[in-house]
Nanobody, 115 residues
Framework: QVQMLESGGGLVEPGGSLLLSCTASGSISWVQTWTWYRQIPTKQRELVASDTRGGNTYYSGSVEGRFTISRQDAQNTVHLRMDNLQSADTAQYYC?????????WGQGIQVTVSP
């Protein structure tokens, strides 16, 4: 069994920063690809950023230059540093860990950007 624990969400003013973290524990030895998604009600889940073991990263155009994904493989942990947050970044954020044939999902964490 694999447990996924997300942390770091909350309320922030426009222009502010947040650091999201996600740790996979239990029956998981390594993560090939970490991915952060976000979703707001009535819209499809959006891929925000991904990091593939070996150094390949991807950012959606809406966050590139403002968000940074990083990983700590020894701790099976991924971070998403979010700077210059805007109201359009308000969403439920989910992490996903791809390991072998499986993908494990976090429970989701709310990020709200508001004055």
């Amino acid at each position: 069994q694999v447990q996924m624990l997300e942390s770091g969400g909350g309320l922030v003013e426009p222009g502010g920063s947040l650091l999201l973290s996600c740790t996979a524990s239990g029956s998981i030895s390594w993560v090939q690809t970490w991915t952060w998604y976000r979703q707001i009600p009535t819209k499809q889940r959006e891929l925000v950023a991904s990091d593939t073991r070996g150094g390949n990263t991807y950012y959606s155009g809406s966050v590139e230059g403002r968000f940074t994904i990083s990983r700590q493989d020894a701790q099976n942990t991924v971070h998403l540093r979010m700077d210059n947050l805007q109201s359009a970044d308000t969403a439920q954020y989910y992490c996903a860990a791809a390991s072998g044939a499986y993908t494990y999902w976090g429970q989701g964490i709310q990020v709200t950007v508001s004055p």
